[in-house]
């Protein structure tokens, strides 16, 4: 007797890397089920929920932040016990976070990929850069990525790298003036500045406009130029997929033969259904995804599960040029600085990148004047002088895995569903602190070469809310959760599309990378079926 499914494939999560697998696996004729704890929002009522909030500086606050479907700034969310408030920007609607990400595209560089074998630090990932790039061209292509395609992305002034099989879908956007004044006066001092692939359209492209520079994007682009996770969600639907809202996944099933036969799905009323597949694919991010493997007691015969947390931790520096520089005017990143993205000094520290932030300076300005006690016409005057002149460096640095970095359920709270919520413990290690050293040295540089005068010199550590890590990728069951084809070693029909599989971060965002393992998952599922 054939056994009867609720359908081929249930995706748990409809952010960019759960609708790409969805839709990858709806293209193909399967059966899907899409599960989404949160709601559908039009983007116009996410504009003028932004007009309308009195907090313009949290990217949260336009979003639905649901007793059933918080998003992480509430303050329940996520309990820290260490001695870092790990608080990244997370979103729960369709779509996911990439509502309010910077859109930033980036591929690994092979030797990120191998960071054990060549430097002896932290660990390699399960698969080669070529392996990957055919997938990456399919990302690049689903999320509208534009790119140069002649910058030599590891920062070496060589010709172009990392390896492509086709060029990048559209051109890139046109230098912001910004960009232009500090890369003309800081790289003769040799600094590589290089353009940042990013999700936004220079032209119109799968629906979407081509960017006007409103240069919103965080905590929304007004006119959906920039690429968000909801465009495949409906893609997805439109390919067949059953996509469910007000939805939250709290516990895989697993059958006598190891494999997941169930999950159980609660509506914000309590009503719980059970809902059958063949495969199942975890896509919640990179925190609620190793939360709901503990919750369920799945896929963790390695005792991995929820450890080895990353983020990209980073410092910052704000300063004033001695010219204006004009922030603020097209995507609020253009590009960034890569002197340090490899070599062998990453035996000692690590890896480093710095970006220029373009965001409109004018709200954090007048904070700080008027805490001053600046006011009438000499508050709008320092406002003017000091908003065109206001340089903002954003740091990341390569974080190596640790499996005392950790993500679980709360012990102590649990949300409207009667879920546990999340508990973090993070701590930034010796190999981050040890590059400390080149960054303060760096921006010492920068202020000298704009003859700048700094005004904030953020040298605390600071979220950077790339996740990777919770779920780990590698090629040993016993110290790793999925294997390279982002599949558990505990149950074949269970895959994790999140960047928490990622092994090695390396410093750039890894949206990307998510996207084209998650691509690649489906593939392998479809093929199976």
């Known amino acids: 007797m054939t056994k009867q499914y609720d359908a081929d494939v249930i995706v748990i999560g ?25 709601e559908r929002i039009p983007r116009w009522k996410i504009v003028e929920n932004f007009r309308n909030s009195s907090k313009k500086a949290n990217y949260n606050s336009p979003y639905p932040n649901q007793p059933w479907a918080h998003h992480s700034y509430d303050e329940q969310y996520i309990e820290n016990t260490g001695s870092f408030d790990f608080r990244p920007g997370m979103l729960k609607l369709v779509g996911g976070t990439t509502w309010h990400w910077a859109a930033a595209c980036w591929r690994y560089l092979p030797n990120d990929m191998k960071l054990k074998t060549l430097y ?12 990957l790039e055919p997938f990456y061209q399919r990302a690049e292509e689903a999320l509208g990525v534009c790119g140069s395609d002649t910058d030599d992305q590891s920062g070496q002034a060589g010709q172009p790298f990392p390896p492509r099989s086709k060029p990048y879908p559209m051109e890139p956007e046109g230098e912001t003036y910004l960009f232009q004044r500090v890369k003309s006066r ?46 495949h969600a409906q893609h997805a639907e439109d390919a067949g997929a059953k996509l469910l809202t007000d939805s939250t996944a709290w516990k895989l099933e697993k059958g006598h033969d190891g494999k997941i036969v169930a999950v159980h799905v609660r509506s914000s009323t309590g009503e719980d259904t059970r809902l059958t597949a063949k495969y199942f694919i975890v896509a919640a991010h990179g925190l609620e995804t190793a939360k709901l493997l503990l919750i369920s ?158 005004i904030e010199d953020n040298t605390g550590w600071q979220n ?34 999140t960047t928490g599989v990622i092994p090695a971060s390396g410093v750039i965002n890894p949206t990307l990378t998510g996207v084209a393992l998650s691509i690649r998952a489906a593939e392998i599922i479809d093929k199976e079926i």
């Not at 960019?16 to 193909?28: F, I, M, P, V």
């Open 120 to 131: 002896g630090v932290g660990r390699d990932w399960p698969m080669e850069y070529s392996e």
């Open 14 to 38: 409809s952010g960019a890397l759960g609708s790409n697998a969805a839709h990858t696996l709806a293209l193909k004729g399967r059966s899907v089920i899409i599960l989404e704890a949160g």
């Open 297 to 454: 007691d799945v896929a963790n015969s390695s005792d991995q599960v929820g450890r080895n947390l990353m983020d990209h931790t980073g410092m910052g520096l704000q300063f004033l040029a001695d010219e204006p520089v004009w922030p603020g005017r097209g995507a609020v990143q253009q590009g960034g600085i890569f002197n340090y993205r490899d070599g062998d000094f990453r035996k000692k520290h690590s890896a480093i990148k710095h970006a220029m932030s373009n965001n409109v300076p004018n709200m954090t300005v007048a904070q700080r004047l008027i805490a001053k006690g600046v006011i009438g016409s000499e508050l709008d005057k320092q406002i003017r002088h000091q908003a065109a002149r206001w340089v903002d460096i954003s740091t990341v640095f390569e974080i190596l895995p640790h499996a005392t970095n950790t993500v679980r359920p709360s012990t102590t709270r649990k949300d409207a569903l009667g879920i546990p919520m999340l508990t973090v413990h993070y701590e930034v290690d010796d190999y981050v602190k040890a590059a400390k050293g080149v960054v303060d040295a760096d921006y010492k540089k920068f202020v000298s070469l704009m003859g700048g005068t700094v």
């Open 464 to 497: 950077r809310d790339h996740l990777m890590g919770t779920v780990i990728m590698g090629d040993n069951q016993k110290d790793s959760v999925v294997n390279h084809e982002c599949r558990t070693w505990d149950h074949s029909n269970l895959f994790l599309a």
């Open 186 to 231: 800081i790289s003769p001092a040799g600094y590589h500045f290089i353009h940042e692939p990013n999700g936004r359209a220079t032209r119109p492209y799968d629906g979407r406009p081509a960017c006007s520079g409103n240069n919103n994007c965080m905590p929304v682009c007004p006119i959906g130029s920039m690429y968000s996770g909801d465009k």
